[in-house]
């Protein structure tokens, strides 16, 4: 049987969980599509990973499984990737966080608030994608060398909403949206994507509403704007018929 290899995070992860989940859980996007296509699903989704580690997963994925189809579901920006080695443990850093961050003694956590900081702070957030995009351009390239259909699409807004929001009535934050936009746009790993040869395998691209774009979290709204297709009010993450809707875009994609 084919195999099927899924990435990404919360929105992926077959093994999420929530008190709220009814006793049979929730079927996720990959098992759904897999069993639309007749693969074998490889779900390789980790809850809270930022893009970094989602691209390994997949690298690993491709090394280990051989799979014939990858589907990537990416996360937002507002997500670095880093590993503890006084634990020997991944762990994860939003760029809202800071203050939590600042108050832990872990010299590797120190570092990580001085970097995240830095990353707020000093405008070195632009940085972030150039990484991001990075990962989607070795991720093709490895797909593409070894003649496997890749597909990508993302989870959630690509700007790090947990600290920026772009409602904002703070002047220097909306700023700081609005240029983050334009250097999305002016990216040189942008251009390359942006050529016709990708659009297929690109879904909602280039993933801001305000050049057209859209990520599976705004397929997951009413006509209001209003979540739906929710675990609860509590919990924003898709339950199965959102999954659903999540599958179903990927399966207007794929050509196989």
């Not at 937002?76 to 590993?83: A, E, K, M, P, S």
């Not at 570092?111 to 994608?129: G, K, P, Q, S, Y």
């Not at 909403?161 to 700023?175: A, C, G, I, L, M």
């Not at 983050?180 to 942006?194: A, C, G, L, Q, T």
Request: aromatic share 12%; glycine share 6%; with cysteine.
């Amino acid at each position: 049987m084919p195999k099927l290899l899924a990435v990404g995070c919360s929105w992926t992860d077959q093994n999420y969980n929530t008190p709220v989940n009814d006793e049979h859980g929730i079927k996720t996007w990959p098992t759904l599509l897999g069993e639309s296509l007749g693969y074998e699903t490889i779900n390789m989704g980790i809850s809270g990973s930022g893009n970094n580690s989602i691209m390994k997963q997949a690298i690993n994925g491709i090394h280990r499984e051989n799979p014939d189809l990858i589907c990537v579901l990416w996360s937002n920006q507002g997500r670095i990737d880093l590993w503890n080695f006084e634990h020997l443990l991944p762990f994860n850093l939003f760029f809202g966080n800071i203050q939590n961050i600042e108050r832990w003694s872990s010299l590797t956590q120190k570092f990580a608030a001085t970097m995240v900081r830095r990353l707020i702070h000093d405008e070195e957030d632009l940085n972030v994608i150039d990484e991001f995009f990075r990962n989607m351009f070795i991720l093709n390239d490895i797909a593409t060398h070894r003649n496997i259909p890749i597909y990508f699409g993302t989870a959630i807004k690509i700007w790090p909403h947990t600290h920026y929001k772009v409602q904002s009535k703070n002047v220097d934050e909306v700023k700081r949206y609005k240029r983050f936009m334009k250097e999305w746009i002016r990216n040189s790993y942008f251009n390359e994507f942006d050529k016709k040869k990708y659009k297929e395998k690109f879904i909602g691209w280039p993933w801001l509403e305000e050049v057209g774009g859209f990520t599976m979290e705004e397929l997951l709204k009413d006509k209001d704007r209003n979540p739906i297709h929710r675990i609860s009010e509590e919990d924003n993450h898709p339950n199965t018929k959102g999954h659903e809707v999540i599958a179903n875009e990927f399966l207007k994609k794929i050509k196989i």
